[in-house]
């Protein structure tokens, strides 16, 4: 069964922009939890615009408390600041059970895009394998129609995350078919090099089982932005509660 780790970032830039600590990241994390998710992922960046170092180190002892899996991403290549200790040092501090790498930049709004192995590949490798020694699962940021996706085994991941912003595009046109074609390409290319094969970007409940139902062996959903944002309506636990729905209806659809 797919699982669903609920990315709190967005509680967390809820509460940076008024200062203090309301809304609180682990009382919403607790919540999401209690409610059935599986895990809770952050991406902190340099930047501090939402999660920050502390959150991580607390969110990290409540994953454990709790016997769940705690995943944090980001870009291994941005170096540290004052605030922000870098991806590396945080995985080594916390040892979370997995690293999703992210080739983002400060300037970015939202991770948009997957790594180019050609280019990034050679950097990459040394990086997975320190991650890999703190025992973090390694999983890497592609885009589905990345001809290289096995490359990532060879660099030593465990998973990639496939990008799903383009699917949720297509979605929400009403011509979701030929992206579902790609990404379902895309899982199998991957677990045919041994990868396992984790999906996050824009899912949501509206796009969420028909992804699953016809991408193959889906291991992990990654979900901030539209679960946050339809717990402003719902409330945070029926929210979590709708996704874990979703992924029940994909089983059934595609059993």
Not at 119 to 136: E, M, N, V
Not at 168 to 194: I, K, M, N, T
Not at 204 to 224: K, R, T
Request: aromatic fraction near 6%; include cysteine; charge should be negative.
């Amino acid at each position: 069964m797919t699982v669903l780790s609920v990315n709190v970032n967005k509680i967390a830039v809820l509460r940076n922009s008024r200062g203090g600590n309301d809304p609180d990241v682990v009382r919403a994390a607790m919540t999401c939890l209690r409610a059935g998710a599986h895990g809770i992922t952050v991406h902190p960046r340099p930047d501090q615009r939402h999660i920050r170092a502390a959150d991580v180190l607390m969110l990290s002892a409540l994953t454990q408390q709790h016997g769940v899996e705690f995943n944090i991403e980001g870009n291994p290549f941005a170096p540290p600041r004052e605030g922000y200790p870098g991806l590396l040092e945080l995985c080594e501090q916390t040892r979370p059970a997995q690293a999703t790498l992210v080739p983002d930049s400060d300037g970015q709004l939202t991770s948009d895009h997957g790594f180019d192995f050609d280019r990034d590949g050679a950097r990459l490798r040394p990086l997975i394998a320190t991650l890999k020694s703190y025992g973090c699962r390694v999983s890497l940021f592609v885009d589905a129609g990345n001809p290289d996706i096995a490359q990532a085994a060879v660099l030593g991941a465990d998973r990639v995350e496939l990008y799903t912003g383009p699917y949720a595009e297509a979605h929400a046109a009403g011509d979701p078919w030929e992206s579902l074609a790609v990404f379902a390409d895309a899982a199998r290319r991957a677990q045919a090099a041994g990868l396992g094969v984790n999906a996050g970007h824009d899912l949501s409940q509206a796009n969420l089982s028909a992804f699953l139902a016809h991408v193959p062996n889906v291991l992990e959903v990654s979900i901030g932005h539209a679960l946050i944002s339809e717990a402003l309506y719902t409330g945070l636990e029926a929210s979590v509660a709708g996704y874990l729905a979703a992924i029940a209806e994909a089983e059934n659809l595609s059993s």
